[in-house]
């Protein structure tokens, strides 16, 4: 067992450089990857799952005990990038399949690397856990309705079918993970430290296969694609932690809400593109993980440095 827990240090700690190196060689030998592109979703599965069995009572109690601020995240979430991402798919001129899979990013729920980048950033993490458990069980419904009001500017939305993927890969594992945790309880709990090392290395996997299928037009579209996934992450970062403080909120709740709306279940956005509209529209999902984990865990390490500072000054 500490075996594991060491090797959980190094995949999580590490997280950035792995999903780095690792697109790298499935880049260099695409034929080797892309083949395992049918375990997408089956991976995205196990991710949830994970999620599911760390949810506890009271992350769904502080819904009640907390609202303001859950529906003011909530609100950020689904009204930021979703609009965010149409806007700059048009202003970019992207090509169709391109957009839609910007936009399908854009409307997918906060990522679960989100309320570890929260707690780097001395956040607060139970606003920022309560946040994704809450935008992750609505996914099956909003993430659908947006992508087929926004990307259906470019090509056929199957909204009903998005509805079904999103359900059997969000809700079902979630659903699961929270059975086995009211069942076993307390014997779970071992295997819950080990959880962030899984899901680590299953998102580095997604987006290695992704990269292998768009081996052949990334030098064509991926330049374009790339500032188009750094400025949907970054205005998404600013806008959510503003738009927190407009609301009142202090600078540990802001940068939650931050955070939480800047960095996306990139996972569900590549498996859902992949599913329905081909390998091409998973392509900004794939780099959107990619970013986020970098332009997350610099802002964590300003924000730390900057409380070191204040400190020090006071």
């Not at 080797?32 to 049918?38: E, M, N, Q, V």
């Not at 780097?120 to 909003?142: C, H």
Request: glycine residues 10%.
């Amino acid at each position: 067992m500490k075996a594991l827990k060491s090797l959980n240090t190094v995949f999580t700690n590490y997280f950035t450089f792995w999903i780095i190196g690792f697109s790298i060689l499935a880049y260099t030998y695409p034929e080797t990857f892309a083949k395992l592109a049918y375990l997408i979703t089956p991976a995205l599965g196990v991710i949830m799952f994970g999620m599911g069995i760390t949810l506890t009572g009271a992350d769904f109690k502080r819904v009640i005990l907390r609202p303001q601020d859950v529906a003011a995240g909530f609100v950020a979430q689904y009204g930021i990038m979703p609009f965010t991402g149409f806007a700059l798919a048009k202003v970019l001129g992207l090509e169709p399949l391109i957009a839609a899979g910007v936009v399908l990013v854009g409307s997918c729920p906060g990522g679960t690397a989100s309320n570890v980048i929260t707690y780097l950033a001395r956040g607060d993490v139970a606003l920022s856990v309560t946040m994704t458990s809450v935008s992750t069980i609505l996914s099956p419904v909003l993430t659908p309705l947006l992508t087929y009001i926004l990307a259906g500017h470019w090509i056929p939305v199957p909204v009903l079918k998005l509805f079904i993927s999103t359900f059997e890969i969000i809700l079902i594992p979630v659903a699961l993970g929270l059975g086995v945790r009211s069942l076993f309880k307390e014997k779970v709990k071992t295997a819950i430290e080990i959880l962030p090392m899984v899901s680590s290395v299953t998102i580095i996997f997604i987006v290695g296969v992704i990269v292998a299928s768009n081996a052949g037009t990334i030098g064509k579209v991926g330049l374009k694609t790339g500032l188009a996934v750094m400025l949907h992450n970054v205005i998404g970062l600013a806008l959510g932690f503003y738009i927190a403080k407009l609301l009142g909120m202090d600078d540990f709740k802001a940068r939650a809400v931050s955070i939480e709306v800047g960095m996306q279940n990139s996972g569900l956005g590549v498996a859902l593109a992949k599913a329905h509209f081909g390998a091409l529209a998973a392509l900004p999902s794939a780099m959107f993980s990619v970013w986020h984990n970098i332009s997350g865990s610099v802002l964590a390490w300003w924000w730390r440095k900057s409380d070191n500072t204040r400190i020090h000054d006071s």
